[in-house]
Structure formats: C-alpha cells, structure tokens
C-alpha cells in the first residue's frame, strides 16, 4: 500500500533511517499488531506503534480505570477513572493518529478468546503480568505461526525476548509451568515499564519491516536500579509442551 503525501509528511523523519525508507513505511501501514493489555507496558507500546504508523491495532483489556493505574498507563487519564481502560486507550491513539485502525476488545486474552484475536494481526506484543494468559497467546502464536514480542517486569527490572515460531524458543521453552512469584500487582514505576514498552514496540517495527536483527533467541534482561543491561541466548527445548518435537507429532503446532 503505498504512503499519501499525508503519510510522508509525518513519517519523514523515521523514513530516513537506514533500511527503513519508504518501503518500510509502507510495511508498516500494511500490518496489524493485538496489544494484550494496554496497561502500564501495553499503553506505551500501543502508543508508539500508533505513532510509527501501524495500520491496525487490536488492544485487549477488560476492566476500568482505577487511580492506581495512572502513575504507569499512559493511556488512562484522571478524567476517566472508573470508565472502561479500551475506550480511554482508542480515544488518545486517535488523538495522536486519525488514521489508525483500532478494534478494542474489553477482554483480557484468555483460552477461550486467544485463537480469533491471534488470527485478526500479524504479530502480537504479549504485555499481560500473569501466566495463564501469557501461555494462552504463546500456545496459538506458535499454532498460527505468528511472531510474539514477549515483555515483562517486576520492580525496577525488565525483560524481553521476540519468539518467531519454527525458528527461535517460545515462552514454554523458557518457563515450562507457570513461575509460582509471579503476581498481577507488583511494584513499579512508570518509567520502567515505559522502557520495555518502548524497547517492545521498536521489536515489533524491526520484525514487520525486516529492520535490523530482533531478539530471536535471546532474552534482554534490564536492571534500571544500576543500568546494567544482559543477554543472554536462549535455547529451545526438544521436550517443550508447545514447540517441542511431540507437539510437533501430536500437531500441536
Ligand atoms: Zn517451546
């Protein structure tokens, strides 16, 4: 699909980045990204995405805003409290870009849900705390072949991977059942989930438009309390419930 004058107007200044241009622009108009909660990381990704110019967005979040959700998703305002979090979301991405494709889902991604809302984008970005609903996206991204850009944190660290299925580990390579620490409140600031969401949204530029070299197979883990930044490879399991070879027989995936 090719850029209106609109179009180059506003995305000049990305457009001149090398092995960007013109044809990545146009990558990007054409492709369509599902944020599963658009809260504290899922608010900045969906942000910057509609900022970079991604045609369509499909944001899933059940629930309404409560105060203790402003000092981190970026999305919500005061002036919405106890009003749904998709409406407040839609309505600011639409401020930053008319042109934008929203669908809002007022759900949280769930097993029963995860299969059509995988099949209306081309890649995902996972923001969701618990596991449950992290395994659900990870299980029909590996079935439906399509990549998923995996952020987390917890207190003033971060982490993220980018799984491209039948090439790199998917998230039941990494933690085969669900971490018992992990909890849907945790401490954090704004500006540590703002730092993934950010470093999510740009993985999900780089996948859609062949940009650079993603995180397949590598977790970035990220500690702001010292800024110390690590990779570290990470390999897929032979034995994995998802991606493994007996899910493979089983046609699992
Ligand atoms: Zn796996």
């Given at each position: 699909?090719?850029?209106?004058?609109?179009?180059?107007?506003?995305?000049?200044?990305?457009?001149?980045?090398?092995?960007?241009?013109?044809?990545?622009?146009?990558?990007?108009?054409?492709?369509?990204?599902l944020?599963?909660?658009?809260?504290?990381?899922?608010?900045?990704?969906?942000?910057?995405?509609?900022?970079?110019?991604?045609?369509?967005?499909v944001?899933a979040?059940?629930?309404?805003?409560?105060?203790?959700?402003?000092?981190?998703?970026?999305?919500?305002?005061?002036?919405?409290?106890?009003?749904?979090?998709?409406?407040?979301?839609?309505?600011?991405?639409?401020?930053?870009?008319?042109?934008?494709?929203?669908l809002?889902v007022?759900e949280?991604l769930s097993e029963e849900n995860a299969a059509q809302l995988v099949g209306e984008v081309?890649?995902?970005?996972?923001?969701?705390?618990?596991?449950?609903?992290?395994?659900a996206m990870?299980?029909q991204?590996?079935?439906q072949?399509?990549?998923?850009?995996?952020?987390?944190?917890?207190?003033?660290?971060?982490?993220?991977?980018?799984?491209?299925?039948?090439?790199?580990?998917?998230?039941?390579?990494?933690?085969?059942?669900?971490?018992?620490?992990?909890?849907?409140?945790?401490?954090?600031?704004?500006?540590?989930?703002?730092?993934?969401?950010?470093?999510?949204?740009?993985?999900?530029?780089?996948?859609?438009?062949?940009?650079?070299?993603?995180?397949?197979?590598?977790?970035?883990?990220?500690?702001?309390?010292?800024?110390?930044?690590?990779?570290?490879?990470?390999?897929?399991?032979?034995?994995?419930?998802?991606?493994?070879?007996?899910?493979?027989?089983?046609?699992?995936?």
């Open positions: 699909m090719s850029l209106t004058d609109e179009e180059r107007a506003v995305y000049e200044w990305q457009i001149w980045v090398p092995g960007f241009g013109e044809t990545g622009q146009e990558k990007l108009k054409d492709s369509s990204v944020v599963s909660r658009v809260g504290g990381l899922g608010s900045v990704v969906a942000y910057e995405l509609a900022a970079a110019g991604i045609g369509r967005l944001l979040h059940a629930g309404n805003i409560k105060p203790s959700d402003l000092n981190r998703q970026l999305l919500m305002t005061h002036a919405g409290l106890g009003q749904p979090r998709v409406t407040s979301a839609e309505r600011r991405l639409r401020e930053l870009n008319p042109r934008l494709e929203i809002p007022g949280n081309d890649l995902v970005v996972d923001c969701a705390p618990r596991f449950p609903e992290r395994f990870n299980r991204c590996v079935r072949g399509k990549p998923l850009i995996e952020c987390a944190m917890y207190d003033m660290e971060a982490q993220i991977t980018t799984i491209l299925p039948g090439q790199s580990p998917c998230l039941g390579c990494l933690y085969p059942e669900d971490p018992p620490a992990w909890k849907r409140e945790f401490p954090v600031f704004g500006a540590v989930s703002g730092t993934v969401g950010c470093l999510g949204a740009m993985e999900a530029i780089k996948v859609l438009s062949g940009l650079g070299e993603p995180l397949a197979g590598t977790l970035l883990t990220c500690d702001l309390r010292n800024m110390t930044f690590h990779r570290r490879r990470l390999l897929r399991q032979p034995d994995c419930d998802i991606c493994g070879d007996a899910a493979n027989d089983r046609g699992v995936s």
